[in-house]
């Protein structure tokens, strides 16, 4: 992925994290973007929603969207909700 815009997620991700979250994605629409899970100690669900809905979004735009570097405690916390493989390729090349 090429000229991808970078955002590097938090260590907590609970509820409170999820407007801000959003709110980051919507400041990036349009642009390839590549999300850095290295830093996760803890996601909750509601966060988990707010990526799964950037991921089908930029899918539908046709741009780039992928998860790099999720943390062990991140695909546990994904794994937990089902979506442990939903995020392993890139939504559109």
């Not at 999720?70 to 559109?92: K, W």
Request: glycine letters at 8%; hydrophobic letters at 45%; one cysteine or more.
């Amino acid at each position: 992925m090429s000229q991808a815009t970078q955002i590097k997620l938090a260590p907590a991700l609970d509820f409170r994290a999820a407007g801000p979250l959003r709110d980051q994605f919507l400041a990036q629409r349009g642009k390839a973007i590549e999300i850095d899970g290295a830093d996760v100690q803890r996601i909750g669900g509601q966060c988990i929603q707010v990526i799964a809905a950037a991921q089908r979004t930029w899918m539908q735009d046709g741009i780039d969207f992928a998860l790099t570097n999720p943390s062990d405690d991140m695909l546990r916390a994904l794994g937990h909700v089902g979506m442990d493989s939903y995020f392993t390729e890139p939504a559109a090349s």
